[in-house]
């Protein structure tokens, strides 16, 4: 319950209560002002009307009161007229007699005939008929020989005060009828304010990122629930960065053991080498030479596919980090191919360069993954190739893309079926190749197996940099072509 | 005689890496753990270590000898080939090399290192010239006479020397003895080869010493 009330419902909810308050007091306050006024212009307890008691009662009063004069003498009529004059002091009355003489007169303002025709007193009658003044002509006694008494009084004094205190305060009243209305919608903008400034704080919070590409956590002021849902977020945050740093774990225990497992398979492998070397400098017969070649051989195939093994693994976990940035493709082409001179050259191959300028030399790609890429490509030259001695390496644009292409005149490759470690890409890049009729007969394989993996790893590496290669291959040769396409 | 101390636990691959490097005219001390390995740095002109060592693992080795001598080069000789390893490796070693390898590109790097680090008080021969590495003399063997390099062919003939066997393009050579960006199509580099052959070359034409690797770059090989 305490939470509630600090929610931001419960405020918006004490926002309009306040207002319906404001209202009600507001007829309150009017009320005040109405009794001060009355107090202020009526004076008597005739509350609820006004000055005068209403005209019907004056008029039967005044009837009353003329019928009761039964010696119509000026004393008689003029005692009459001060009593009245008492009760009503606005009043003004006025006697004409039997006779048509204007006999008795008290406040009147109005010049008045002092005789009365019939005529003239039709025309007063109608002329006051309804009219203001209020006016009352009642005959004297019971005869009505005696002329008529005529009572009259602005019409105003009937009004009741409430009129009065209206046009007095009236405009005060609207005020503060404009006063409430403005402070209802100047309350509810500032409180819509203050909670869309927070949430626009909260927005701009939640964007930022740690050092770990994490949002950061937000400090949480109120318990409502801006408060609430700041809270949700602070937990999300902790949990993304438990939840990363589990990843991280076992990110590093994967890499860990395939280190190790890296390890353990290379030592011996190394003692092996270590043997066979040894072997190799006493002096041996022809057999045992080439048995001792065939093992180095072995060694260095089996280093290159633990290796490639490893890649490939962490290849397809998404494990192997890229980190492309712009190359100068020609120069970064070059220099690595200058690593790989030297073998080429060992084993007699002819290599002919030819990396003149690209039309967009800067490509975006990590060094160490184009590093690998190439390194098996010339590894599969050196393996696959090595009847056609002979290695191209040239840079190539057209419209659509740049390329570097790296050709060789070996038996082809149709290795990758019997190589036992193979991938769907591989196989699709072998059967596209194929099918876009190159002659490659089955009977023209490589004496060397095991490049699915090295190509699995090229195509992967490649797609990952954005790249395109193609593969073709025959028996006079395999063309591979890595290329950035344009546009 | 050059000294190197080689730290490495597995028996077989030691006492066949100690006894080829021993045949090929090193001295090596050879130790199964790198705890003692520091007692030893004064006296070696190279180390060449193992990363996965019982106790202090090779890296750590290799720093605290770093440490002691910066001077000292430092070969990082491991099964462990991830490419993390050899950035962690590399952060203070001068090489990385990777089992199974042959005693050969073991033996090459290590010349590398020396020649780099210009430790090795050799007399280089190539083909017709005998050059005093430390003084950085060249001397015709036909005729005993000096040749004398003027400042830029000196700095190259220095980088190809240093770089021994390696492949070196117009833009490597260029950066490293000019100090500045190579734009293709600049003739500079070309023409200091050009001199550089007439005064080392028996037949400038058909150059021994400097060969060019066609589209490629340059190399000076033994």
């Given at each position: 319950?305490?939470?509630w009330f600090r929610s931001l419902q419960a405020r918006y909810m004490l926002i309009i209560f306040m207002a319906l308050f404001l209202v009600q007091a507001s007829y309150l306050i009017i009320s005040i002002i109405m009794s001060i006024g009355?107090?202020?212009?009526?004076?008597?307890?005739?509350?609820?009307?006004?000055?005068?008691?209403?005209?019907?009662?004056?008029?039967?009063?005044?009837?009353?009161?003329?019928?009761?004069?039964?010696?119509?003498?000026?004393?008689?009529?003029?005692?009459?007229?001060?009593?009245?004059?008492?009760?009503?002091?606005?009043?003004?009355?006025?006697?004409?007699?039997?006779?048509?003489?204007?006999?008795?007169?008290?406040?009147?303002?109005?010049?008045?005939?002092?005789?009365?025709?019939?005529?003239?007193?039709?025309?007063?009658?109608?002329?006051?008929?309804?009219?203001?003044?209020?006016?009352?002509?009642?005959?004297?006694?019971?005869?009505?020989?005696?002329?008529?008494?005529?009572?009259?009084?602005?019409?105003?004094?009937?009004?009741?005060?409430?009129?009065?205190v209206y046009?007095v305060y009236g405009i005060w009243l609207i005020i503060g009828l404009i006063v409430v209305v403005v402070l209802f919608v100047l309350i509810s903008y500032l409180f819509f304010r203050g909670m869309r400034r927070r949430l626009v704080?909260?927005?701009?919070?939640?964007?930022?990122?740690?050092?770990?590409?994490?949002?950061?956590?937000?400090?949480?002021?109120k318990?409502d629930e801006i408060?609430?849902?700041?809270?949700?977020?602070?937990?999300?945050?902790?949990?993304?960065?438990?939840?990363?740093?589990?990843?991280?774990?076992?990110?590093?225990?994967?890499?860990?053991?395939?280190?190790?497992?890296?390890?353990?398979?290379?030592?011996?492998?190394?003692?092996?080498?270590?043997?066979?070397?040894?072997?190799?400098?006493?002096?041996?017969?022809?057999?045992?030479?080439?048995?001792?070649?065939?093992?180095?051989?072995?060694?260095?195939?089996?280093?290159?596919?633990?290796?490639?093994?490893?890649?490939?693994?962490?290849?397809?976990?998404?494990?192997?980090?890229?980190?492309?940035?712009?190359?100068?493709?020609?120069?970064?082409?070059?220099?690595?191919?200058?690593?790989?001179?030297?073998?080429?050259?060992?084993?007699?191959?002819?290599?002919?360069?030819?990396?003149?300028?690209?039309?967009?030399?800067?490509?975006?790609?990590?060094?160490?993954?184009?590093?690998?890429?190439?390194?098996?490509?010339?590894?599969?030259?050196?393996?696959?190739?090595?009847?056609?001695?002979?290695?191209?390496?040239?840079?190539?644009?057209?419209?659509?893309?740049?390329?570097?292409?790296?050709?060789?005149?070996?038996?082809?490759?149709?290795?990758?079926?019997?190589?036992?470690?193979?991938?769907?890409?591989?196989?699709?890049?072998?059967?596209?190749?194929?099918?876009?009729?190159?002659?490659?007969?089955?009977?023209?394989?490589?004496?060397?197996?095991?490049?699915?993996?090295?190509?699995?790893?090229?195509?992967?590496?490649?797609?990952?940099?954005?790249?395109?290669?193609?593969?073709?291959?025959?028996?006079?040769?395999?063309?591979?072509?890595?290329?950035?396409?344009?546009? | 005689?050059?000294?190197?101390?080689?730290?490495?636990?597995?028996?077989?691959?030691?006492?066949?890496?100690?006894?080829?490097?021993?045949?090929?005219?090193?001295?090596?001390?050879?130790?199964?753990?790198?705890?003692?390995?520091?007692?030893?740095?004064?006296?070696?002109?190279?180390?060449?270590?193992?990363?996965?060592?019982?106790?202090?693992?090779?890296?750590?080795?290799?720093?605290?000898?770093?440490?002691?001598?910066?001077?000292?080069?430092?070969?990082?000789?491991?099964?462990?080939?991830?490419?993390?390893?050899?950035?962690?490796?590399?952060?203070?070693?001068?090489?990385?090399?990777?089992?199974?390898?042959?005693?050969?590109?073991?033996?090459?790097?290590?010349?590398?290192?020396?020649?780099?680090?210009?430790?090795?008080?050799?007399?280089?021969?190539?083909?017709?010239?005998?050059?005093?590495?430390?003084?950085?003399?060249?001397?015709?063997?036909?005729?005993?006479?000096?040749?004398?390099?003027?400042?830029?062919?000196?700095?190259?003939?220095?980088?190809?020397?240093?770089?021994?066997?390696?492949?070196?393009?117009?833009?490597?050579?260029?950066?490293?003895?000019?100090?500045?960006?190579?734009?293709?199509?600049?003739?500079?580099?070309?023409?200091?080869?050009?001199?550089?052959?007439?005064?080392?070359?028996?037949?400038?034409?058909?150059?021994?010493?400097?060969?060019?690797?066609?589209?490629?770059?340059?190399?000076?090989?033994?």
């Open positions: 319950m305490k939470g009355l107090d202020l212009y009526g004076g008597d307890d005739r509350s609820g009307t006004g000055e005068l008691p209403s005209t019907s009662a004056i008029e039967s009063k005044w009837h009353e009161a003329a019928g009761r004069l039964s010696d119509a003498s000026a004393s008689s009529v003029q005692e009459l007229f001060v009593e009245w004059k008492d009760m009503y002091p606005d009043a003004r009355m006025f006697w004409v007699d039997g006779k048509g003489h204007l006999a008795e007169e008290l406040a009147v303002q109005e010049e008045l005939p002092s005789i009365w025709t019939a005529s003239y007193t039709a025309q007063f009658i109608k002329s006051r008929y309804g009219g203001d003044p209020f006016t009352v002509i009642a005959f004297v006694g019971q005869q009505g020989t005696d002329g008529f008494i005529v009572f009259e009084v602005t019409r105003e004094l009937f009004e009741p005060p409430i009129n009065k046009n704080q909260l927005q701009e919070a939640m964007t930022i990122r740690d050092v770990d590409g994490l949002p950061v956590q937000i400090d949480v002021r318990n408060g609430q849902l700041e809270q949700s977020f602070n937990e999300m945050v902790v949990e993304l960065k438990d939840s990363k740093r589990r990843e991280q774990e076992e990110e590093q225990l994967r890499r860990e053991l395939i280190a190790n497992l890296s390890h353990d398979l290379r030592t011996p492998l190394t003692k092996v080498r270590a043997q066979a070397y040894t072997i190799g400098k006493e002096s041996l017969s022809g057999d045992g030479r080439q048995a001792i070649e065939a093992m180095e051989r072995s060694v260095v195939n089996m280093d290159r596919l633990i290796d490639n093994l490893m890649a490939y693994t962490l290849l397809m976990a998404n494990k192997y980090k890229l980190e492309a940035r712009q190359v100068d493709i020609l120069r970064f082409v070059k220099e690595h191919l200058a690593t790989w001179y030297p073998l080429f050259e060992k084993e007699g191959f002819e290599v002919e360069v030819e990396l003149e300028k690209l039309e967009h030399p800067s490509w975006t790609i990590d060094p160490l993954w184009m590093g690998r890429v190439l390194d098996n490509l010339y590894q599969n030259v050196l393996r696959h190739a090595k009847q056609g001695r002979y290695i191209r390496v040239t840079s190539e644009s057209t419209d659509t893309y740049d390329a570097i292409v790296i050709e060789d005149r070996g038996a082809g490759m149709r290795h990758v079926e019997s190589s036992g470690v193979q991938d769907v890409a591989s196989q699709r890049d072998q059967a596209r190749t194929m099918d876009e009729g190159d002659h490659a007969s089955p009977s023209h394989r490589s004496e060397d197996q095991g490049a699915g993996i090295g190509l699995s790893i090229v195509d992967r590496m490649l797609k990952g940099m954005q790249l395109e290669w193609d593969i073709r291959t025959d028996p006079n040769g395999t063309s591979v072509k890595v290329m950035r396409v344009r546009g | 005689m050059v000294h190197i101390l080689y730290v490495e636990d597995e028996i077989e691959i030691g006492s066949w890496v100690t006894r080829d490097l021993t045949e090929r005219g090193y001295q090596v001390t050879w130790l199964t753990t790198g705890e003692a390995a520091e007692q030893h740095v004064s006296q070696a002109d190279i180390a060449v270590l193992d990363v996965m060592l019982p106790g202090l693992d090779g890296f750590s080795v290799g720093k605290r000898l770093k440490r002691e001598a910066p001077e000292l080069p430092i070969l990082m000789l491991s099964a462990r080939s991830a490419v993390e390893d050899k950035i962690e490796g590399l952060g203070f070693a001068d090489d990385y090399l990777t089992k199974p390898f042959h005693p050969d590109e073991l033996a090459a790097r290590i010349e590398v290192l020396l020649r780099r680090a210009q430790r090795y008080e050799e007399v280089l021969e190539l083909r017709h010239l005998k050059i005093y590495m430390k003084d950085g003399r060249i001397i015709d063997k036909r005729d005993g006479s000096e040749i004398v390099l003027t400042g830029k062919q000196y700095y190259l003939f220095q980088y190809f020397l240093k770089n021994l066997n390696h492949i070196l393009t117009k833009e490597q050579l260029y950066e490293a003895v000019w100090g500045e960006t190579y734009i293709e199509g600049d003739k500079t580099l070309m023409v200091h080869i050009r001199y550089l052959r007439e005064k080392i070359e028996i037949d400038p034409a058909q150059p021994q010493i400097i060969e060019t690797i066609r589209g490629i770059g340059y190399r000076v090989r033994r």
